[in-house]
């Protein structure tokens, strides 16, 4: 994929909607592009924040750890971003995340992204209305 097929990509997930596509392109530039095959790990529950990702294609699965095991409790698509809730709330990562078909992802890390809502506040907004 295309660093403009990426910024293309990112302008799909609505926290980004609003970015400027010069701001996009360097953010998906200073990306780490990942990959995951299915039933592989983007991270624990318990582990640090250290980044958000964007899906650009496949499924994964989100998981809470329970007095009664494992309860998966969403799953994620392209064009949505996970990750982000440990790195605006500076604490461990609430859930667990695993691939449930390849998947391929943008992993952006946490002061990247934290500048990005520095430069745009109306991303703050966006933020607003998904933990709502």
């Avoid at 780490?32 to 294609?57: C, I, K, M, N």
């Avoid at 859930?95 to 391929?104: M, W, Y």
Wanted: with cysteine; charged share 25%.
């Amino acid at each position: 994929m295309l660093l403009n097929d990426e910024v293309g990509m990112l302008r799909k997930v609505p926290l980004f909607a609003r970015v400027a596509p010069a701001k996009l392109k360097l953010l998906a530039f200073t990306s780490d592009r990942v990959t995951y095959s299915a039933g592989q790990t983007l991270f624990h529950q318990g582990d640090e924040g250290d980044a958000a990702y964007v899906v650009l294609s496949g499924t994964a699965d989100i998981i809470v750890d329970s007095a009664s095991g494992q309860i998966k409790v969403a799953e994620v698509e392209p064009n949505e971003i996970v990750g982000e809730i440990a790195i605006l709330c500076d604490v461990s990562r609430t859930a667990t995340v695993r691939a449930t078909a390849p998947l391929e992802a943008l992993r952006i890390r946490k002061d990247h992204f934290l500048r990005l809502l520095t430069e745009f506040p109306e991303m703050t907004v966006e933020i607003v209305k998904v933990l709502a």
